[in-house]
């Protein structure tokens, strides 16, 4: 993984609205408003990409599984925090990314052979910065990345998935989403939108990046069009967070209610 907001893994006009309601069948989308941002809920790492399918038998009965996704600088894991806050289970693909190339791990050998010892730091770990330099300059070398990584993480879903208890929403916080084509996997798609001078501004300003290198990474990711394309539910973030608090908060209430009408909790 190089840096908040890329997982090395799921890790391929104007927005619509529609009013809130039931999403079973048409996957239809759902316009996001509000209620108060709490605090606690469940966080765990994992690799959303290699969540199941469909299929109601491969989870609990009244679980929801969520696909939650947006290009880097969107606010993607300001929308899981929050959702956690409400008593979400987020199930983390930067985390895990991260845990598989912590020294002594397969990963991170295998990085070191791929990509080189000059990708290691003096105290042997993985400095991300200069390897996402190369990969996110390359689209063949974060391919190589991409082989490297998503094998070591995918095991990881099917064990975090059955720790969630019966009746919950599960989160699945998966950067690339669209990338990888891995809308079907999920009963709901959640994409984080902004405009790509906003996502610019707070990569610069707020994580110190190069304006070169934050337009490389984002440009390594799917368009905004991609990416929307996928949505069942858009949550907007150009503006303030208390107006992110409100539209997370109605998106919670409609995923509570779509796991309640699903099954005991």
């Known amino acids: 993984?190089?840096?908040?907001?890329?997982?090395?893994?799921?890790p391929r006009p104007e927005i619509p609205s529609a009013d809130p309601g039931t999403l079973a069948g048409g996957r239809r989308p759902v316009r996001p408003v509000a209620v108060r941002y709490p605090t606690g809920g469940r966080r765990i790492a994992a690799p959303a990409g290699a969540?199941?399918?469909?299929?109601?038998?491969?989870?609990?009965?009244?679980?929801?599984?969520?696909?939650?996704?947006?290009?880097?600088?969107?606010?993607?894991?300001?929308?899981?925090?929050?959702?956690?806050?409400?008593?979400?289970?987020?199930?983390?693909?930067d985390l895990i990314a991260r845990e598989v190339v912590e020294p002594g791990t397969p990963g991170l050998a295998e990085v070191v052979a791929t990509f080189g010892q000059e990708m290691l730091r003096a105290d042997g770990t993985l400095d991300r910065e200069r390897l996402g330099r190369v990969v996110f300059a390359d689209p063949g070398e974060l391919a190589r990345l991409n082989a490297i990584v998503?094998?070591?993480?995918?095991?990881?879903?099917?064990?975090?998935?059955?720790?969630?208890?019966?009746?919950?929403?599960?989160?699945?916080?998966?950067?690339?989403?669209?990338?990888?084509?891995?809308?079907?996997?999920?009963?709901?798609?959640?994409?984080?939108?902004a405009a790509e001078d906003v996502r610019l501004a707070r990569?610069?300003?707020?994580?110190?990046?190069?304006?070169?290198?934050?337009?490389?990474?984002?440009?390594?990711?799917?368009?905004?069009?991609?990416?929307?394309?996928?949505?069942?539910?858009?949550?907007?973030?150009?503006?303030?967070?208390?107006?992110?608090?409100?539209?997370?908060?109605e998106l919670w209430a409609t995923l509570r209610a779509r796991a309640d009408a699903q099954g005991p909790r």
């Open 51 to 93: 969540a199941p399918g469909r299929s109601r038998g491969h989870y609990p009965r009244g679980m929801v599984k969520i696909g939650l996704t947006g290009g880097i600088g969107s606010g993607k894991s300001e929308v899981a925090r929050r959702l956690a806050g409400h008593g979400a289970v987020v199930i983390d693909a």
């Open 203 to 249: 990569l610069v300003e707020r994580r110190g990046m190069s304006e070169q290198d934050a337009l490389a990474r984002i440009r390594a990711q799917a368009t905004r069009e991609e990416r929307l394309a996928v949505a069942d539910v858009v949550i907007p973030n150009d503006g303030s967070p208390a107006e992110l608090d409100a539209r997370v908060g």
């Open 150 to 193: 998503h094998p070591k993480v995918g095991a990881r879903v099917a064990e975090l998935q059955a720790a969630a208890p019966p009746g919950a929403v599960v989160v699945y916080d998966v950067p690339l989403l669209a990338e990888n084509g891995l809308a079907p996997m999920y009963d709901i798609v959640v994409v984080v939108d």
């Open 1 to 10: 993984m190089v840096g908040a907001g890329h997982a090395f893994l799921t």
